[in-house]
């Protein structure tokens, strides 16, 4: 083999051992590209789902005083009708379960609320819950609130 012929196949080996790099880190890279994209394929609709999330906490921690605040009122309008017209509880013996089923719900959405976001500063009520109990026992009915 002449000097020039082992030039060239040494050149010729390094051309092609360049296109099998390259080649290499280009299906390297496409393989890369494949996973991310099957992975962000399946994170879309769980980005979406944290966004919807969100959008709900944040109605229910601010929008007109959050879920605390309701939980107040609902507390204090029974203390209200109790204190001003106790014999709507007599007149409309469901009243007292509804208001008591409202704090309840309440009550348990803003412990999920608070479990899902430690920061959650509402003004808690200063009527204890057990006032629905209390009205209930004095009703003519059995029934005692949920």
Not at 24 to 51: G, K
Request: include cysteine.
């Amino acid at each position: 083999m002449s000097a020039l012929s082992l030039t060239l196949c040494v050149a010729l080996a390094a051309a092609v051992f360049k296109l099998v790099a390259q080649w290499q880190t280009l299906y390297e890279m496409r393989t890369r590209l494949v996973h991310a994209e099957h992975r962000n394929l399946r994170l879309r609709p769980l980005e979406e789902e944290i966004l919807e999330y969100r959008r709900v906490l944040g109605v229910t921690l601010v929008t007109q005083g959050g879920v605390g605040k309701r939980i107040k009122e609902c507390r204090e309008i029974t203390a209200a009708i109790h204190q001003s017209a106790p014999d709507l509880f007599v007149k409309e013996e469901g009243l007292i379960h509804w208001l008591s089923a409202t704090d309840q719900f309440l009550t348990e959405l803003r412990a999920a609320q608070i479990a899902a976001q430690a920061n959650v500063e509402q003004e808690p009520s200063a009527i204890d819950p057990s006032i629905y109990r209390k009205i209930s026992s004095r009703l003519p009915t059995s029934m005692v609130p949920l």
